[in-house]
């Protein structure tokens, strides 16, 4: 399994990024996806999961300005991330996931978003 993230930058606050996540080495359609982040001095968290069906869910600090989405014809899973500021500033994950289950199966390798006041 791979999981090839890009997309992250210097973005200014109020500011948008769109991340996307490649992967292969599984049937996409099939798998539940994920980002998590990890904050400067913080433990990685959830931000926005999305199931191979499509339900949604997301962390609060972050519903109503980001949005997870898929297209499985490109195998790629994407974060529409609106509305940034400072505390958004961490190292983002792509993550294969087990709908429920506490940690992920497959991380992939993370990209540097950095917010800017």
């Known amino acids: 399994v791979q999981l090839q993230a890009s997309g992250g930058g210097l973005v200014q606050t109020g500011g948008s990024l769109r991340l996307s996540c490649a992967a292969s080495g599984i049937i996409f359609r099939d798998n539940d996806m994920a980002w998590y982040r990890q904050r400067p001095g913080m433990q990685r968290e959830l931000v926005a999961a999305?199931?191979?069906?499509?339900?949604?869910n997301y962390a609060d600090s972050v519903k109503g300005r980001f949005t997870i989405d898929r297209d499985n014809s490109k195998s790629t899973v994407s974060l529409q991330m609106n509305s940034l500021n400072a505390v958004d500033t961490a190292v983002y994950f792509c993550?294969?996931?087990?709908?429920?289950?506490?940690?992920?199966?497959?991380w992939g390798q993370g990209t540097l978003v950095t917010v800017s006041s």
């Open positions: 999305i199931s191979s069906g499509g339900a949604t």
């Open positions: 993550a294969l996931i087990t709908w429920g289950e506490l940690n992920p199966d497959y």
